[in-house]
């Protein structure tokens, strides 16, 4: 399914990427638009109305007949999603931006041959969302060995009075002084940062394999 589930944003490292992702109306977002009710009650709306047109309430009277899975997987435009979701229309766009730089939505464009005005349809992929979060796992992973590895490999000094930390070599250059206040650097013992790191980089590494 290329929807949200109700357990999937139950699940909390889901729940917390896509908060980062898109914020808590975005989050609501995915869920009124997983939601089949939403749609149903839009489209019915759209058939009872005498501003739509006779062939849109065609294609709407189809699409109520479509079963629930089917239905909240139909081709929206950002208008669209807007008026099902009843979220303001920049939010909508922001929301489907964000999702879909994460590959967690695609659009098809389709053009108007009469008035030359492009219209964007847009799907939600949440069915790569595991492909997606294991490679958000993979970067953060990277990211902390390559700081394990600086630290192992450096001896660090730090000012008493700025807190500012140096390696061993930039406080060569300026023969342990501290470049902001001139006060002696001392060594700095980063032992205890070390474990945390390797602690923090064993876990996420057994995530990964688990995953």
Not at 75 to 96: C, G, W
Not at 146 to 153: H, I, P, Q, S, W
Not at 166 to 184: D, I, L, R, V
Request: hydrophobic share 40%; charged share 30%; glycine share 4%.
């Amino acid at each position: 399914m290329t929807v949200i589930t109700e357990e999937e944003l139950g699940n909390p490292a889901i729940h917390l990427y896509l908060f980062k992702l898109v914020g808590e109306e975005g989050l609501e977002l995915l869920r009124r638009w997983s939601d089949p009710e939403y749609a149903r009650c839009w489209l019915n709306a759209k058939i009872e109305s005498e501003e739509v047109k006779e062939a849109d309430k065609v294609r709407f009277k189809a699409e109520l007949s479509l079963s629930d899975s089917d239905l909240v997987c139909v081709e929206r435009s950002d208008e669209e999603v807007a008026e099902i979701s009843k979220i303001n229309l920049n939010s909508v766009r922001h929301t489907l931006y964000n999702l879909y730089e994460r590959r967690l939505a695609e659009y098809r464009r389709i053009k108007n041959n009469e008035t030359g005005w492009l219209t964007y349809l847009w799907l939600m992929r949440m069915d790569h969302l595991e492909i997606v979060l294991h490679g958000e796992m993979e970067r953060a992973a990277g990211k902390l060995a390559a700081r394990l590895k600086y630290d192992e490999m450096n001896d660090f000094y730090q000012c008493k009075n700025c807190g500012i930390t140096t390696t061993f070599n930039e406080a060569m250059n300026t023969h342990f002084a501290c470049p902001q206040c001139g006060s002696m650097l001392v060594h700095f013992d980063d032992d205890l940062l070390i474990t945390a790191l390797k602690k923090r980089v064993e876990k996420m590494q057994t995530a990964l394999e688990n995953a």
